[in-house]
């Protein structure tokens, strides 16, 4: 987004809230301008006019707060909880044999709850009951826990973005691949301690002694 969009948003926000009187206009824009870089300003001007339409607080939004309408507006659709279990639970019925096969299928963010295929094999392997209620709870609370995280992960810059992402991959390669990962190898010093001189001479004098 352009500085001149930047200075349009703040005279929209100015205009709508009345009560909303930058100390610093300029030093308020180069901020915004700076925080809201990475957005285009049609996507920003959509987020300020959802938060303006919903709002009933009558308090000017933050940063984070139009951010947060315009990854709700932008960010691709995401099966729900249960939609996301249905997924996996089709899987697991063909999880033993064809683990790899199925997880494969699966959508990114549900595969990043599931965690690896070796895990959808351990759940396919439980009885019926177990898997409706154990295995079933245990998912569900991981799928909350990476869908909270992605779309957090979604608000922040860039190069964060792009650093996690490589993390994750190379996280995601030594789960699947864990032989490929080599231990450190590791040495063992083995330290001698010398003989006393006294005592090799009295063992010199019993060798000679037997040969006698």
Same mark, same amino acid.
């Given at each position: 987004?352009?500085?001149?969009?930047t200075?349009?948003?703040?005279?929209?926000?100015?205009?709508?809230?009345?009560?909303?009187?930058?100390?610093?206009m300029?030093?308020?824009v180069?901020?915004?301008?700076?925080?809201?870089?990475?957005?285009?300003?049609?996507?920003?001007?959509?987020?300020?006019?959802?938060?303006?339409?919903?709002?009933t607080?009558?308090?000017?939004?933050?940063?984070? @707060? *139009?951010?947060d309408?315009? @990854?709700? *507006?932008?960010?691709?659709e995401?099966?729900?909880?249960?939609?996301?279990?249905?997924?996996?639970?089709?899987?697991l019925?063909?999880?033993?044999?064809?683990?790899?096969?199925?997880?494969?299928?699966?959508?990114?963010?549900?595969?990043?709850?599931?965690?690896?295929?070796?895990?959808l094999?351990?759940?396919? @392997?439980?009885?019926?009951?177990?898997?409706?209620?154990?295995?079933?709870s245990?998912?569900?609370?991981?799928?909350?826990?990476?869908?909270?995280?992605?779309?957090?992960?979604?608000?922040?810059?860039?190069?964060?973005?792009?650093?996690?992402?490589?993390?994750?991959?190379? *996280?995601?390669?030594?789960q699947?691949?864990?032989?490929?990962?080599k231990?450190?190898e590791?040495?063992?010093?083995?330290?001698?301690?010398?003989?006393p001189?006294g005592?090799?001479?009295?063992?010199k004098?019993?060798?000679?002694?037997?040969?006698?």
């Amino acid at each position: 987004m352009k500085r001149e969009e930047t200075v349009n948003i703040i005279r929209i926000i100015v205009n709508s809230y009345p009560n909303y009187r930058p100390a610093d206009m300029s030093d308020t824009v180069d901020v915004w301008h700076m925080m809201l870089s990475e957005y285009t300003a049609e996507q920003i001007l959509a987020a300020l006019k959802a938060y303006i339409l919903s709002d009933t607080s009558g308090f000017a939004p933050s940063i984070g @707060q *139009l951010v947060d309408k315009a @990854q709700k *507006l932008n960010a691709p659709e995401e099966p729900n909880e249960m939609e996301a279990w249905e997924l996996v639970s089709r899987a697991l019925r063909n999880g033993y044999y064809g683990a790899a096969k199925e997880f494969e299928k699966l959508p990114p963010i549900v595969q990043r709850a599931v965690v690896s295929p070796s895990q959808l094999r351990n759940w396919s @392997q439980a009885d019926m009951e177990s898997i409706e209620s154990v295995v079933q709870s245990n998912f569900l609370r991981n799928y909350r826990i990476v869908l909270n995280r992605a779309k957090e992960v979604a608000k922040m810059p860039a190069e964060i973005r792009r650093e996690l992402a490589n993390n994750a991959v190379k *996280l995601t390669d030594r789960q699947r691949h864990p032989q490929t990962v080599k231990e450190p190898e590791v040495r063992i010093e083995r330290k001698t301690i010398p003989m006393p001189s006294g005592y090799m001479e009295l063992l010199k004098k019993e060798l000679s002694a037997g040969r006698e």
